[in-house]
């Protein structure tokens, strides 16, 4: 079930549009000449997977702590306080 | 300092104190308690006999979009005007370890959504030699600091022109290194794949050091690798043989006449020198605009979602938390910031991304084929920096595309991911100097040779 989303709901942006300066610029793309339609390169610059990292756990510092609960718009009782959570 | 003529503490009293009085709008926040407790560590230690590094003691600013643990990190933008760092990034945690000390989280183009460093909370940046010209952007504040001499060195971001455009325009050197020798951790991501840290300075030997410092593998930012030190021998002398230069770039009706007579001009005193200078094939500016704008639009869309009010950010309240982050998101995000997320939503959404943003990739990928083959014929490309001078307070707010496509000479060097320097010579913005990937070296040694030659 697929349901077309406008670009104001897909960026959580109230009212927004399309802009006229930007589709000149993806014009210009879809004109634009491009050697084949293969897209064998575009992972090229990835890191491969015997790169990745180790996941690891490390505890933040309580000054870390401290400023990240800082941050927090709301907090009620140690608790970050949301909005009602809407039902779809 | 050494030699006891200057304590540490007079030298950042008296940058402070210059930041504070200045009227170009550079300032987001001053870091004034720590940088005072950071030079009387200095002054203690040189009391003592110890001898010091040589950075400790140098006073140096932050553009705004880097965290610095327990500062204020706003991006320039009213969604963080309140945010704090909970951690610092890599880069800035290495000069703080070589003992340099930070003055100043610079104004800047929102979340580097600009140009100009007109898209901000703060007030436009005037530029350091006109103040009724724009600082460039989006690492204005760092730029024009460094110009007007508030700091020696300054740390900004470059993603499409963002170090070397505001270099230019103020006549000072900016280096966006190659893509992944300095760690991104902590630098507030705008297009992941194109953000590079760099240094803004007035000297070459002063983006030497820095670089060198802040250069090296971090496992918190995986596109990272380990580079060679730059020695201060091995930039001193010469070896660049063969240049090239994009033929489209000066032939364009966009480029200032003077700007082009100037850049012609050095070429002659590059050609005197018995170095070759070639013509070289590139993209059209359209094109490269294009393709840039497309893939950091789609980025930034990705990379912004977080901040909802919910995450991150002043939150806004509405009638439900869907409500909420829009309410969040429409009133807090600049008109250019959502200019660009709509557009990164529309590529990214299904109907457009193939013959938009999967056409964007092949080009990119096109282009760097493209610079790999240039470098089989030429040690370096020099550009100019912008194909005009730069524009009034006010005027690129008024035509984004115009401000879009003023970026046309320097995306496409960050697009092939390549080391690039702004020279403050050459033409009124200045020069750029390109080398192939991990080749910053001979980009410095370039800049070495034009120094005493233009």
């Known amino acids: 079930m697929s349901k077309i989303m406008t670009v104001d709901i897909l960026s959580s942006i109230k009212g927004a549009k399309e802009s006229k300066a930007v589709s000149k610029l993806f014009e210009a793309i879809k004109n634009a000449n491009t050697s084949n339609n293969s897209f064998n390169n575009l992972n090229k610059s990835a890191v491969s997977l015997e790169d990745l990292r180790d996941d690891v756990v490390i505890n933040s510092s309580a000054l870390e702590k401290s400023i990240i609960k800082e941050n927090f718009p709301k907090e009620k009782k140690g608790y970050l306080v949301v909005n009602r959570v809407i039902e779809e | 300092m050494v030699s006891k003529e200057i304590t540490c503490m007079s030298l950042i009293q008296e940058k402070l104190n210059a930041l504070k009085e200045n009227t170009h709008n550079t300032v987001n926040s001053l870091l004034d308690k720590m940088a005072l407790e950071l030079a009387e560590r200095v002054d203690a230690k040189i009391e003592s006999g110890a001898a010091i590094g040589l950075l400790e003691g140098i006073p140096f600013g932050i553009k705004d979009v880097y965290m610095v643990q327990g500062t204020y990190t706003t991006a320039s933008s009213q969604l963080l005007k309140n945010y704090k760092s909970a951690y610092t990034a ?153 240049v090239g230069y994009f033929k489209n770039f000066i032939e364009s009706d966009a480029i200032n006449p003077e700007i082009k007579e100037d850049f012609l001009n050095a070429l002659e005193r590059i050609r005197e020198k018995g170095i070759q200078v070639k013509e070289l094939d590139f993209f059209d500016s359209d094109t490269l605009v294009s393709t840039y704008y497309t893939l950091a639009m789609a980025e930034t869309a990705s990379n912004l979602s977080r901040l909802d009010g919910t995450n991150y950010g002043n939150r806004i309240e509405g009638e439900n938390l869907k409500d909420t982050y ?116 001979k980009v410095l040694q370039f800049a070495n040779f034009l120094k005493d030659i233009l």
Not at chain 2, 188 to 214: F, H, L, Q, W
Not at chain 2, 338 to 351: D, H, M, T, W
Request: proline share 4%.
């Open chain 2, 90 to 242: 890599t880069a800035i945690q290495k000069l703080l370890d070589a003992g340099a000390i930070p003055l100043v989280k610079e104004n800047c183009d929102s979340f580097g959504h600009g140009s100009s460093s007109e898209n901000t909370i703060f007030g436009a940046v005037k530029n350091a030699i006109n103040p009724n010209l724009v600082g460039g952007g989006s690492s204005g504040g760092s730029a024009v600091n460094v110009a007007k001499d508030y700091t020696v060195f300054s740390i900004g971001g470059d993603t499409g022109g963002s170090i070397r455009q505001p270099a230019g325009y103020n006549n000072v050197y900016g280096l966006k290194p190659t893509y992944g020798r300095i760690s991104r951790f902590g630098l507030m991501a705008y297009a992941s794949s194109t953000d590079c840290v760099g240094p803004i300075a007035k000297s070459i030997e002063d983006i030497r050091i820095v670089v060198n410092v802040m250069s090296g593998r971090d496992i918190k930012d995986q596109t990272t690798y380990e580079s060679k030190i730059i020695t201060d021998g091995s930039i001193a002398k010469n070896q660049v043989k063969t």
């Open chain 2, 326 to 441: 829009s309410i969040t998101r429409s009133e807090n995000f600049s008109e250019e910031t959502k200019r660009r997320i709509v557009g990164g939503n529309q590529v990214l959404s299904q109907g457009f991304s193939d013959e938009i943003y999967l056409k964007g990739l092949n080009l990119r990928d096109q282009i760097a084929a493209n610079f790999e083959n240039d470098f089989k014929e030429v040690d370096i490309i020099l550009s100019p920096v912008t194909p005009n001078t730069p524009p009034k307070i006010g005027d690129s707010l008024k035509d984004p595309l115009a401000m879009y496509l003023s970026d046309a000479y320097t995306v496409g060097f960050s697009l092939g991911q390549l080391p690039t320097l702004t020279a403050p010579q050459g033409t009124s913005t200045g020069i750029q100097i390109t080398a192939a990937k991990d080749n910053d070296e």
